[in-house]
């Protein structure tokens, strides 16, 4: 299997010179990615959704692809580099764990304030350092901030063999698409079959056939399915080129799997749930199923692929939204904690799609010039 995937690798001209030393670049698509996916974040937290709406329901489920976009953007700028330091590595891990540590306390004075919350000193110890939940605060929302460590605790073993050379050739990269493959499996495919499955036993009336179990032979278990995410975004962003030559003339296509896929997610909570509507539930193991995974590859090329005709939209989005998003991800959710206790119950009859809509966009742009201003502070803008 080696032999094949080198052999495929030099057929489609991937052997090519190291081209990135030293710093990465900023990509402003990747940018106005982030931007977009920052905005539906926003919008599938603390909603003011009216129970009946059906678009709403649409976009929460289309909601699930920003984590898996966030990774792939992640993993594509942070394999741009061919060098590696393992002294700034180590001070990034340090620097993200504090930060993290802070953001959790800030949540804590927040949820204080609002509500009545008991805690001891080793209760407090263990939320604010060993990332323990605490009654009456949630910090939900900060998962994907402990899934992020976990990539970078990886990240010089992918960086290594994303571009470590032997006899002239990244021969690494096999290994890559390996661990990429059964990341997926474990992450995505499996949990997908056994809902499948259990789909099909339903609709027969027989026993359950449980298949997650399988689940235990994968070693990426915990997060893999970002781990995959994340190799993902760097193998696309690598070979962009001839991927973009793949697709010329099928570009359009990238639109319709999109709207193939959020219909299908769409139908995968029906049959969960029994809704078409919203109706307060949120699609279960959203990042597990297989049209999650072709929906945010695909919402990932199309940006790739209308770089330039997005320009001024992607420009907008980069400049204002999406160089702040790790602030903005931070910082709206204590925010519409807040909003939830003081604001909602005051206009819960004006609940509506709209509604969610106008939350979002003033939400997010109170975020971003909130961050924009923050760092501009010396020592505060590392904290947003």
């Not at 995937?5 to 489609?12: C, M």
């Not at 050739?169 to 997926?184: D, Q, V």
């Amino acid at each position: 299997m080696h032999n094949l995937l080198q052999e495929w690798f030099v057929e489609e001209g991937f052997e090519q010179e190291e081209k990135r030393i030293g710093m990465r670049k900023r990509v402003e698509w990747i940018d106005a990615l982030k931007g977009v996916a920052i905005l539906l974040v926003v919008f599938c937290h603390h909603v003011v959704l009216s129970e009946d709406t059906i678009v709403g329901n649409v976009i929460m489920t289309l909601a699930w692809t920003a984590v898996p976009c966030f990774m792939m953007a992640s993993g594509a700028v942070m394999h741009q580099s061919a060098t590696f330091d393992w002294r700034k590595h180590f001070f990034k891990l340090g620097k993200m764990y504090i930060i993290l540590c802070a953001w959790r306390l800030i949540y804590l004075l927040i949820y204080t304030k609002i509500q009545n919350i008991h805690f001891g000193k080793a209760q407090l110890l263990q939320y604010l350092f060993f990332l323990t939940d605490l009654d009456g605060v949630d910090t939900g929302v900060m998962w994907y901030m402990n899934a992020y460590l976990v990539m970078m605790f990886l990240f010089p073993i992918t960086q290594f063999l994303f571009w470590g050379k032997v006899q002239g050739k990244y021969k690494g990269r096999c290994i890559l698409l390996y661990m990429a493959g059964i990341s997926a499996m474990g992450g995505i495919v499996i949990p997908s079959v056994d809902w499948g499955i259990r789909g099909i036993c339903d609709f027969l009336q027989v026993e359950r056939i449980d298949v997650n179990g399988l689940s235990a032979l994968m070693p990426f278990v915990n997060h893999g399915n970002l781990l995959f995410y994340f190799l993902a975004g760097a193998f696309i962003f690598e070979y962009q080129d001839w991927i973009s030559r793949k697709l010329k003339g099928y570009r359009a296509g990238l639109y319709l799997l999109i709207y193939i896929s959020t219909l299908g997610l769409v139908f995968v909570k029906y049959v969960d749930s029994g809704l078409f509507i919203w109706g307060g539930v949120y699609l279960s193991e959203g990042y597990s199923h297989i049209l999650t995974a072709v929906n945010s590859v695909a919402i990932f090329l199309s940006f790739m692929e209308y770089e330039e005709k997005w320009h001024y939209v992607n420009s907008f989005l980069a400049k204002y939204i999406g160089r702040y998003t790790m602030g903005i991800y931070y910082l709206h959710y204590a925010l519409l904690a807040i909003c939830s206790a003081v604001i909602y119950p005051l206009i819960q009859k004006y609940y509506s799609f709209m509604a969610n809509v106008a939350k979002t966009i003033i939400v997010t742009m109170i975020c971003a010039v909130i961050v924009s201003l923050l760092k501009k502070i010396p020592w505060v803008r590392n904290f947003v």
